[in-house]
């Protein structure tokens, strides 16, 4: 079998089997070093491309790296739950420890509704101010102004693997408008090492509608961003803005047409943030 006839497809955090984030999903990445990955992750063409390597030990431990079509990332969500669930179709649902160069990430997946569900839990979340200088270049680059933002939601930068600028805008129609300079943003997060900025809009005090500009992974915008969600689980944690535990939920991908469903969940303490979602192979 070629490497690229390796990878199957699916989309994550889909909703009722629509819209959601395609991801490339390679089981056995056994002997493709990070060079290939990263020409099948291009040749895919998806925002992210994850290889699982069975390391021989505890029948649930794995390694994982993800790849965009232009970089390898550290930590990818929704590739992390597509994963998940295409080993469970085959081998059965359970529990997982996956090694990834953010750090460890325990998954569960279990048969719910006639489908496979996975559960994620990040790595533990860390929440920092951003400077007034990257603040003013990115809404530069967004083409937003400071007072289009919500006070009740100030911009940080969270991690929960990776770190993404957390920006919130004030009404849905800003968070609907999204036409940004690709290059002066993308350039801003190469240079910061953001790997997305997560736009959201708070409808309720437990639902969220997000988008993620993704110009470091060669596209545009990410339908569905489980390690920006986690992160943002963090966000709201660190911030006061939830009761833990809480579970929230975000809309994603609506505007572009991929309507995507997160459910974040977010305990108390300084433990790792937990994201919950399907995923269904691609035609």
């Known amino acids: 079998m070629s490497d690229i006839a390796r990878a199957l497809r699916y989309t994550a955090f889909d909703v009722d089997g629509e819209g959601g984030n395609p991801a490339g999903v390679v089981l056995d990445a056994q002997g493709l070093d990070a060079a290939r990955m990263q020409e099948i992750a291009a040749e895919i063409g998806f925002s992210e491309t994850a290889f699982l390597v069975d390391e021989g030990g505890a029948p649930e431990r794995f390694a994982i790296r ?66 007034e200088t990257d603040l003013a270049e990115a809404l530069d680059a967004l083409r937003w102004k400071a007072g289009e933002l919500d006070p009740g939601l100030p911009p940080r930068i969270a991690n929960a693997g990776n770190d993404h600028l957390v920006l919130a805008a004030s009404t849905r129609a800003r968070l609907a408008d999204l036409d940004y300079d690709t290059d002066a943003l993308g350039g801003l997060m190469a240079r910061r090492g953001w790997t997305t ?51 929230i939920t975000i809309r994603q991908g609506e505007d572009m047409g991929r309507p995507s469903r997160l459910l974040v969940d977010v305990p108390a303490g300084d433990a790792g943030i937990s994201v919950s979602g399907t995923a269904a192979p691609m035609g």
């Open 66 to 131: 993800y790849f965009s079509p232009l970089a390898e990332v550290a930590f990818c969500g929704h590739a992390t739950i597509a994963t998940a669930v295409a080993l469970a179709e085959r081998r059965g649902t359970g529990r997982l420890r996956l090694g990834t160069p953010a750090g460890e990430v325990g998954v569960e997946t279990r048969e719910a509704d006639g489908r496979v569900q996975a559960t994620l839990t990040s790595v533990p979340p860390t929440v920092r101010a951003v400077e």
């Open 197 to 247: 900025v997560h736009l959201v809009w708070r409808e309720s005090g437990t639902v969220f509608h997000a988008r993620d500009p993704f110009p470091p992974g060669g596209v545009v915008e990410d339908p569905a961003t489980g390690a920006a969600a986690a992160a943002f689980g963090g966000y709201l944690r660190s911030l006061g803005l939830v009761a833990p535990p809480a579970r």
